[in-house]
Structure formats: C-alpha cells, structure tokens
C-alpha cells in the first residue's frame, strides 16, 4: 500500500496517508494510457473540415460539347474531377472522430496514470487548499511555496471556485475537481497536488 506524505498548502507536512493499493498501486499498462488519451483527444476535433464532389460544385449542367466528331475525349460536365474547377475525389466530409472505450478500461486507464505519478514521486497530497479570493497572486505563492517548476494540475473534490480562478491565467497550471479527472491531464502534467478530500472521493468511485 503506497504511503505519502500529506502537506499544508504552506509545504509544512503535517502527516502521512496511506492510499488504496487497487488505483494508486496498480501495474501500469501503456497501451492502455495511449488508448485513452487517443480517445480523449479524438473526441475534441472539430471533424467541420467539408470538400465540395462533383454534384455540389456549382453549375457544369451542360455539356461541354457534343460527343462526336469534335476530335477531343468525351466530356459530360465542365464540374468533372478532371476539369480545373471541378469537384473533389474522395475529400474530407464533416464527421465525427470520437470513439469510445469500455468502461473498465476507461477507470484502469485513470488508476495506471494515478499509479504512475505516485511511483515517480511527482503527487503531493495537500491537507486543504482553500483561497480567500481568486486572486493569481495567491496561486502562485502556493507554487512558490512547492518550488514548482513545469506544469502542475491541482485536483479538489468538488469545485472550488477561487482555486480554479486563482490558477487559470498560469501558463501550465491547471485546476480540476475530480468530477473532471481524466488521464490526459495527469499524464499532461509534471507534478500533481491533490487534497485529502479528493484521495477520499477518487478511492470512493473508483474503488
């Protein structure tokens, strides 16, 4: 059973916790995180790219020229792919690139990506993370505070509105609760700062 230690928002540690053997503890398979975040980053483009064919193309209702005796190749349209103008073979059409995996692999892909930062050392549990206001100012004396170099994601149980706006105009630093916990943003960020609260509610879902 992994056991870290716990800190105030201050980089004061003020104790240990043992987290769940089953989701922080687990082999990490990555093919499995590739699939995952595949799947995640393919549900965000836009698939809008659009190619006109040869029937959308405007105009090329007659034909050019009668079909013998003229001494050239047949032609039916000047809106054919071979005419300078003419519609498109085989183009992009809107479409949609997202694709689902199940859900078991879904929550194992979270817990490797979990297991793998607690085994690189780069997850700090925080005792609480609470901001006055949501003022920059504050976000970043609490990175200072950790020496934190690179991107961060801050993880909390349910939404904290001043930690989420405290953070967002940092280059590299991110705040989510764990409603929106996904391996893209694990695996995006160098170090991971979670709050007791959240280990309690991660451990409950995914349990």
Request: glycine share 10%; net charge positive.
């Amino acid at each position: 059973m992994p056991k870290v230690a716990v800190y105030s928002s201050t980089n004061q540690q003020v104790g240990d916790i043992d987290l769940a053997e089953e989701i922080f503890g687990v082999e990490v398979n990555a093919g499995l995180l590739h699939q995952a975040v595949r799947m995640q980053l393919a549900a965000e483009r836009l698939g809008t790219h659009s190619t006109k064919t040869r029937g959308l193309v405007r105009g090329g209702g007659r034909k050019p020229w009668k079909q013998k005796g003229t001494g050239r190749a047949r032609s039916g349209s000047t809106r054919s792919p071979l005419w300078v103008g003419g519609g498109t073979v085989f183009g992009p059409q809107p479409r949609s690139y997202a694709f689902r995996m199940p859900r078991k692999q879904r929550r194992l892909a979270i817990k490797c990506a979990l297991s793998d930062k607690v085994a690189s050392g780069d997850i700090i549990v925080l005792d609480n993370l609470e901001f006055d206001a949501p003022k920059t100012k504050n976000a970043v004396a609490f990175l200072k505070a950790f020496s934190v170099e690179g991107k961060a994601l801050v993880i909390t149980e349910d939404y904290a509105e001043n930690v989420e706006l405290s953070t967002r105009n940092i280059p590299g630093v991110k705040a989510i609760n764990t409603t929106g916990l996904n391996v893209f943003d694990i695996l995006h960020h160098t170090k991971l700062f979670v709050t007791k609260d959240a280990v309690a509610r991660i451990e409950e879902v995914l349990a």
